[in-house]
């Protein structure tokens, strides 16, 4: 019985909320500007627009094959021509309790602006904490990283109503920091604002 106990307790120690992939401003799943190394899964899509200083994002990825992330993110800015970019992502390793996902990936495959390989790891932690860090060229200027902290909803707001399921995000995307907080308003859809290179951020994201 004390072995099962304390391997009970190790199990609830070491699980987190279960990840459920959202778009980055840029495209591939992941953080505000930086990528994760969850990919989608086989039958899933994600939809997701990103309203910026003087412009704004629209992304679109699915899953092509086992493991492979297939997307497109176009930008348009106030006075500039749109630019589009298409990003592949491949989960190498799969993220297990003990050891972190790793994936690679690379982000404006034709070079419409800047292409932009990386790879990066992903790994849950105890009490809601994810931790993310990779290396790229391009945008990514070497090194990445981020962190996310999932707030459960409370359960002991009036009436029937819970405060929304909410990850706070901090990350460095090679050049600045930026923040964040993503809201789970139903299963799928998630709400997303903060502050992006200086500048503030607001968006929509479906994933089914």
Same mark, same amino acid.
């Given at each position: ?7 009970? +307790? ?155 399921? +909410? ?39 479906? +994933?089914?």
């Amino acid at each position: 019985m004390k072995k099962i106990m304390i391997g009970l +307790t190790s199990a609830l120690l070491l699980t987190t909320v279960p990840v459920l992939a959202a778009p980055s401003v840029n495209g591939p799943t992941g953080l505000i500007n930086s990528p994760t190394a969850d990919v989608l899964r086989s039958g899933q899509f994600s939809l997701g627009y990103y309203n910026l200083k003087n412009g704004g994002v629209g992304s679109f990825n699915t899953n092509v094959a086992p493991n492979l992330e297939l997307g497109v993110a176009t930008f348009r800015y106030d006075g500039q021509n749109s630019k589009n970019y298409i990003n592949a992502k491949f989960a190498v390793v799969p993220e297990t309790i003990l050891a972190p996902g790793l994936a690679i990936g690379v982000e404006d495959i034709a070079s419409s602006d800047k292409r932009s390989a990386y790879a990066v790891a992903s790994k849950a932690l105890p009490f809601g904490f994810r931790i993310h860090a990779g290396a790229g060229g391009g945008r990514f200027s070497g090194v990445f990283a981020g962190i996310e902290k999932t707030i459960n909803p409370l359960s002991i707001i009036t009436g029937n109503n819970a405060f929304p399921a +909410t990850t706070l995000i901090a990350e460095y995307d090679g050049k600045t920091m930026n923040y964040g907080a993503r809201l789970s308003i139903v299963p799928g859809l998630k709400l997303d604002a903060g502050l992006r290179n200086h500048d503030g951020y607001i968006g929509i994201s479906f +994933t089914n």
